[in-house]
């Protein structure tokens, strides 16, 4: 074994190993404190500040400081001091408030149609069958030889290393609000702030169709489940949400909506589909998320529980369970079949913007915007991880998730001479992640043990949305500077 110098300190992994995790948790420590900041109660009044601030021995007024930043310095003094102390709340400083605090957090109910009781129903029924069999799988693959889990890990992460520019095309007029492939790879749908739904050819990216019928700015687009692989081209193939509050179901033979969704109260931003096709769900800046009937274009539920807008929504795969994603920093996961609420997200201390289920069914990864990427776990009903992701807002992060036709990608494992099975096919399905961020970076991380992969500039700016194909040929991005991105692994573009 070679000495050890200053020259290989940096080369050696235990080292740098060491030095990342000690950078990872002074970065957590810092979000923790600030998240107990948020919690921690002070007086509103200046003259009251200042009688505190006297009070802990800290200077009343520094030079040139306003009320807010005095009141702000009183919060981030008084989060010292319980950190000094080791206390795991915050000190109490208005003893008025904590009472006015204890509001009752019994679940309320309010009416429902009958039409939503029935959806309900139907929703129960197509969940718990996908459920069994994602289960079954799990268990499948949970057989699964550890050389061969290896090998196929090996090849993927091998292949994500690649990842490379393929290249970029300028798509609208105006920045390029979210991205995503069809179902069959072969289509990449953008929504921009233009008020334009457009579908380009992949890879040659070519403009296929414009759609127009939004006023303002559009928050969303969302593929159906089985749009371009078997759902006919002049049924609601597509769906999207708009600034100006509406919700529009889209075809692929025409460039007018079939149905235009109306309920919002404020701008909607990202919408969903849900795995059967039949429903769908939009986020607003009303408070509130909303559930659809694709057939009948009608509101099934509104559903409040944010104090601030809602900005992003997304469906479990198996059906059964949504989460919303708030700019009060919180997220919620509700169960569709009974309208409870199944968990709070909290952690994140700004804004969500992001939030996707993995394909395992009991993981979510939110992004926010204080730049963290948190993996929740619904078995243990607490965060998982948090990643230290971006310099700048995470806009958008999505788990990879396997179409249901072949995959003929080169990864495909050759195990004593052999072909992977179908387990270990469906095993690479969640296997890794993709972020954007606003620091103009698209990052890939591993979804086992949460590590950067591949960081792939954009040079774009601010990168708004990420997406990846089906078939895992190519990763998309929409940035502000009005174009999309194309990557795709180093064989794909020599």
Same mark, same amino acid.
């Given at each position: 074994?070679?000495?050890?110098?200053?020259? $290989?300190?940096?080369d050696? =992994?235990?080292?740098?190993?060491?030095?990342?995790?000690?950078?990872n948790?002074?970065?957590?420590?810092?979000?923790? #404190?600030?998240?107990?900041?948020?919690?921690?109660?002070?007086?509103?009044?200046?003259?009251?500040?200042k009688?505190?601030?006297?009070?802990?021995?800290?200077?009343?007024?520094?030079?040139?400081?306003?009320?807010?930043?005095?009141?702000? #310095? @009183?919060?981030?003094?008084?989060?010292?001091? $319980?950190?000094?102390?080791?206390?795991?709340?915050?000190?109490?400083?208005? /003893?008025?408030?904590?009472?006015?605090?204890?509001?009752?957090?019994?679940?309320?109910?309010?009416?429902?149609?009958?039409?939503?009781?029935?959806?309900?129903?139907?929703?129960?029924?197509?969940?718990?069958?996908?459920?069994?069999?994602?289960?079954?799988?799990?268990?499948?693959?949970?057989?699964?030889?550890?050389?061969?889990?290896?090998?196929?890990?090996?090849?993927?992460?091998?292949?994500?290393?690649?990842?490379? $520019?393929?290249?970029?095309?300028?798509?609208?007029?105006?920045?390029?609000?979210?991205?995503?492939?069809?179902?069959?790879?072969?289509?990449?749908?953008?929504?921009?702030?233009?008020?334009?739904v457009? @579908?380009? +050819?992949?890879?040659?990216?070519?403009?296929?169709?414009?759609?127009?019928?939004?006023?303002?700015?559009?928050?969303?687009?969302?593929?159906?489940?089985?749009?371009?692989?078997?759902?006919?081209?002049? @049924?609601?193939?597509?769906?999207?949400?708009?600034?100006?509050? &509406?919700?529009?179901?889209?075809?692929?033979?025409?460039?007018?909506?079939?149905?235009?969704?109306?309920?919002?109260?404020?701008?909607?931003?990202?919408?969903?589909?849900?795995?059967?096709? $039949?429903?769908?769900?939009?986020?607003?800046?009303?408070?509130t998320?909303?559930?659809?009937?694709?057939?009948?274009?009608?509101?099934?539920?509104l559903?409040?529980?944010?104090?601030?807008?809602?900005?992003?929504?997304d469906?479990?795969?198996?059906?059964?369970?949504?989460?919303?994603? =708030?700019?009060?920093?919180?997220?919620?996961?509700?169960?569709?079949?009974t309208?409870?609420?199944?968990?709070?997200?909290?952690?994140?201390?700004?804004?969500?913007?992001?939030? +996707?289920?993995?394909? &395992?069914?009991?993981?979510?990864?939110?992004?926010?915007?204080?730049?963290?990427?948190?993996i929740?776990?619904?078995?243990?009903?607490?965060?998982?991880?948090?990643?230290?992701?971006?310099?700048?807002?995470?806009?958008?992060?999505?788990?990879?998730?396997?179409?249901?036709?072949?995959?003929?990608?080169?990864?495909?494992? /050759?195990?004593?001479?052999?072909? /992977?099975?179908?387990?270990?096919?469906?095993?690479?399905? =969640?296997?890794? @992640?993709a972020?954007?961020?606003?620091?103009?970076?698209?990052?890939?991380w591993s979804?086992?043990?949460?590590?950067?992969?591949r960081?792939?500039?954009?040079?774009?700016?601010?990168?708004?949305?990420?997406?990846?194909? =089906?078939?895992?040929?190519?990763?998309?991005?929409?940035?502000?500077?009005?174009?999309?991105?194309?990557?795709?692994?180093?064989?794909?573009?020599?």
């Amino acid at each position: 074994m070679s000495e050890l110098t200053l020259d $290989n300190l940096v080369d050696d =992994g235990q080292y740098s190993s060491e030095r990342a995790r000690i950078e990872n948790q002074l970065v957590l420590d810092e979000l923790e #404190r600030k998240k107990k900041a948020r919690t921690t109660a002070v007086p509103t009044d200046d003259g009251r500040v200042k009688a505190r601030l006297r009070e802990i021995g800290e200077p009343i007024t520094l030079f040139g400081e306003r009320a807010a930043d005095r009141r702000d #310095r @009183l919060i981030y003094v008084l989060t010292q001091i $319980n950190a000094a102390r080791g206390d795991e709340g915050s000190i109490a400083v208005e /003893d008025e408030s904590s009472e006015s605090e204890e509001e009752n957090e019994e679940e309320f109910y309010t009416p429902g149609s009958l039409e939503l009781l029935e959806a309900r129903r139907r929703i129960a029924e197509f969940s718990l069958p996908r459920a069994q069999h994602r289960v079954a799988q799990q268990r499948e693959e949970h057989g699964l030889p550890l050389s061969q889990i290896l090998d196929i890990r090996k090849h993927i992460f091998t292949q994500i290393k690649t990842y490379a $520019n393929l290249g970029s095309q300028i798509g609208d007029e105006r920045p390029i609000a979210q991205v995503r492939f069809s179902p069959n790879s072969q289509y990449l749908a953008t929504g921009s702030w233009s008020g334009n739904v457009k @579908l380009w +050819n992949i890879p040659a990216c070519t403009l296929v169709t414009s759609l127009r019928g939004h006023s303002d700015r559009v928050g969303g687009v969302a593929w159906h489940p089985r749009a371009t692989v078997g759902q006919g081209e002049g @049924l609601v193939n597509l769906v999207s949400g708009a600034g100006d509050m &509406n919700v529009h179901l889209w075809s692929l033979t025409s460039e007018t909506p079939l149905a235009i969704l109306k309920g919002h109260q404020d701008r909607v931003c990202r919408v969903a589909f849900h795995p059967s096709g $039949n429903y769908v769900a939009s986020a607003s800046f009303d408070h509130t998320w909303r559930l659809w009937d694709v057939q009948t274009a009608s509101e099934l539920l509104l559903q409040e529980g944010h104090s601030r807008e809602v900005y992003s929504v997304d469906f479990q795969d198996d059906g059964a369970l949504v989460a919303s994603g =708030g700019l009060d920093a919180i997220g919620r996961v509700w169960d569709l079949r009974t309208g409870r609420t199944a968990m709070v997200l909290d952690g994140h201390v700004n804004a969500i913007f992001s939030i +996707n289920f993995s394909p &395992n069914g009991y993981q979510i990864a939110t992004g926010a915007g204080d730049d963290t990427i948190r993996i929740w776990d619904m078995r243990s009903l607490k965060a998982l991880y948090t990643i230290p992701a971006h310099k700048s807002n995470v806009s958008d992060v999505r788990f990879f998730r396997a179409s249901e036709l072949p995959v003929t990608t080169g990864m495909d494992v /050759d195990v004593d001479g052999a072909h /992977d099975t179908a387990s270990g096919e469906r095993y690479k399905s =969640g296997l890794y @992640l993709a972020s954007a961020g606003y620091d103009g970076l698209v990052k890939i991380w591993s979804a086992d043990d949460w590590q950067l992969q591949r960081s792939l500039p954009t040079d774009a700016g601010k990168v708004m949305s990420v997406d990846i194909s =089906g078939d895992a040929k190519f990763i998309a991005s929409g940035s502000y500077n009005r174009s999309y991105q194309l990557f795709a692994p180093g064989e794909a573009t020599a």
